[in-house]
């Protein structure tokens, strides 16, 4: 027996998928397939709330730039204000891989509901859904390896 994917709820041999605590035997399964299901509003906004962080001090120091130069006020005083603005805006630097690295993370775990469906003894089952895509994928791949091994069976969709 080849085991295609392994974690702590499912796995993914040449015989069976097993799901939580259940097993589908491959032999068994009539159609494999997968859906999309609808956007996520809550990641939409919570990568919209990472960009505004990344450039939020960008801003706020372009702006602390424009207004010491409109101000009409002493050389030190327009100085101190844009050394001000620039420190604001450095602000970012150390904090923008950790925004980044989250952006990231949240592009690879994806905006929609991901569902791998089987029909099993003439029933439609899911057998899984999850908002990870990256998850998904490797999962969905490690079926569709299993399912070429076996002779006669239905590819994936």
């Known amino acids: ?6 974690d702590r709820s499912v796995r993914v041999t040449s015989e069976a998928i097993r799901v939580a605590d259940r097993a589908y ?3 068994e399964l009539a159609e494999i ?7 996520s509003w ?8 990472l ?4 450039i939020g ?3 706020a120091a372009l702006i602390g730039i424009a207004l010491a130069v409109r101000f009409h006020s002493s050389i030190t005083v327009t100085l101190a ?3 001000v603005s620039c420190l604001v805006g450095f602000a970012v630097g150390p904090v923008a891989d950790l925004l980044l ?4 993370r949240s592009y690879t775990r994806g905006s929609h509901r991901l569902e791998i469906w089987v029909r099993w003894h003439g029933e439609p089952v899911r057998l899984l859904q999850t908002t990870d895509a990256l998850r998904f994928g490797q999962i969905y791949r490690a079926l569709q390896r299993a399912v070429e091994q076996r002779q006669g069976m239905p590819r994936p969709r």
């Open 101 to 104: 690295e989250f952006l990231d």
């Open 51 to 54: 960009g505004i962080g990344l």
């Open 1 to 6: 027996m080849i085991t295609y994917y392994d």
């Open 33 to 39: 397939w997968h859906q999309r299901g609808t956007r």
């Open 25 to 27: 035997p491959l032999m």
């Open 42 to 49: 809550r990641v939409l906004a919570n990568r919209g709330a």
């Open 81 to 83: 204000i844009i050394g």
């Open 57 to 59: 001090p960008v801003v």
